[in-house]
């Protein structure tokens, strides 16, 4: 992770205007970070020293089991706010979040500002709504296996997680998060190679014809937006 320095701060704070989220002047608190791809927002059972506030790029929500096994729960996109439970709850502990993509981020330090933030009855409705509509989404989530065909929900998740059209999603990872057999994973990609939606490398898959995926995924985007659902 890195701050950004002037003329960089005002830069990133003028194309993204956060203000109108809060009551107090919060804009003298904000830092600006940038984290690569691959590195760690929060790591788990952290006690984050901020509020991130996500403008640029994706992040992948993990938790550690007691069992040692590893789960990714969600794909994070910007906009966001991350560690908002931390800062609600002091005793509950940090999940993972890993970037995906190299990503920009508003840093609000929670020891300045959280008496502030808590009191901010603006900020606190935001939040509210924010936190309803982001687990409404993810336990929306575990009924699409059922919904949509594993076409449907993989080009989602290839859009979802790429990387300047780049995809390189561990399949095992990918199976349980999407809910479904390694065998099955893999049939799905060879036959989106074969009508060369994308094409294996060594290290991924490139994205050769991204309106295709985009067609398959609709289907799923468009059950959320029938419930009213808003994607995060």
Known sequence: MKFLDEPMRSYYIEKYPIQ????????????VCQFDRGEFILKEDSNPEYI???VEGKAKLYVTHSNGKVSLINF????IF???????????????????????CFAIPIHLCKD????????????????SQKMTTISTKYTQSQAFPLENRLAEFILLSADQDFYKEKHTEVCE???VSYRH????????????????KSRGYIIRDKERLQELAKEVKLNYHTENFKAY
Do not use: M, W
């Open 116 to 131: 502030n933030l808590l009191k901010d009855a603006t900020f606190l409705r935001y939040l509210c709504i924010f936190i």
């Open 52 to 54: 991130y506030y996500l």
């Open 177 to 179: 998060y999407l809910g």
């Open 82 to 104: 991350v560690g908002e439970i931390e800062l609600l709850n002091s005793e509950r502990y940090s999940k993972g979040i890993q970037t995906a993509t190299q990503t920009t």
């Open 20 to 31: 109108s989220l809060f009551s107090f002047p919060i804009i003298s608190y904000i830092q």
């Open 185 to 200: 994973l893999l049939h799905v990609l060879a036959q989106f190679c074969k009508v060369n939606i994308i094409e294996k």
């Open 76 to 79: 994070l996109e910007a906009p």
